[in-house]
């Protein structure tokens, strides 16, 4: 069975209206809102960003409010698992290196509703698409699992 990302996709693209030139338009992205206590994987597809040559080879991210138990790149786009647990407004600034060097950042708002979840996921430990050989972690050259995709 091969795991894909979840519902919980947003598009990193600037809308059509606002590709002028000279002019810089914000990129105003957010996901679902989710309640505090909820854990699950949320993605960024950076498709439109992408050379046509390119692609995703290291994904970083910072959760405000979150706990993150992983971070992986599915084809364009960069995902994470990540656990609420404050409530509010949250960010997650995620970044990627492309594999011809380029680094593209993006900022992803998400509200998180203070009514506690009916079911508290346990973070997975590696992404779906890790290599493992049985329990042991093949590592990257950074010592994070190597990772398919």
Same mark, same amino acid.
């Given at each position: 069975?091969?795991?894909?990302?979840?519902?919980?996709?947003?598009?990193?693209?600037?809308?059509?209206?606002?590709?002028?030139?000279?002019?810089?338009?914000?990129?105003?992205?957010?996901?679902?809102?989710? &309640?505090?206590?909820?854990?699950?994987?949320?993605?960024?597809?950076?498709?439109?960003?992408?050379?046509?040559?390119?692609?995703?080879?290291?994904?970083?991210?910072?959760?405000?409010?979150?706990? /993150?138990?992983? *971070?992986?790149?599915?084809? *364009?786009?960069?995902?994470?698992?990540?656990?609420?647990?404050?409530?509010? /407004?949250?960010?997650?600034?995620?970044?990627?290196?492309?594999?011809?060097?380029?680094?593209? *950042?993006?900022?992803?708002?998400?509200?998180?509703?203070?009514?506690?979840?009916?079911?508290?996921?346990?973070?997975?430990? &590696?992404?779906?698409?890790?290599?493992?050989?049985?329990?042991?972690?093949?590592?990257?050259?950074?010592?994070?699992?190597?990772?398919?995709?």
């Amino acid at each position: 069975m091969k795991w894909t990302p979840c519902q919980r996709i947003v598009q990193a693209e600037v809308p059509v209206s606002f590709r002028v030139q000279g002019v810089i338009a914000p990129l105003l992205l957010y996901w679902p809102s989710a &309640y505090l206590g909820s854990g699950a994987d949320y993605s960024v597809d950076f498709s439109f960003l992408l050379g046509p040559s390119d692609r995703i080879s290291v994904v970083e991210a910072i959760a405000t409010g979150g706990q /993150l138990a992983w *971070s992986s790149a599915f084809g *364009s786009r960069a995902t994470l698992w990540i656990q609420w647990l404050a409530a509010g /407004l949250q960010t997650v600034t995620l970044s990627v290196r492309t594999a011809l060097g380029a680094v593209l *950042s993006v900022t992803v708002s998400i509200s998180i509703i203070c009514a506690p979840a009916l079911i508290f996921p346990a973070g997975p430990d &590696y992404a779906p698409n890790a290599f493992l050989l049985g329990s042991a972690i093949v590592p990257d050259s950074s010592g994070n699992p190597l990772i398919f995709g």
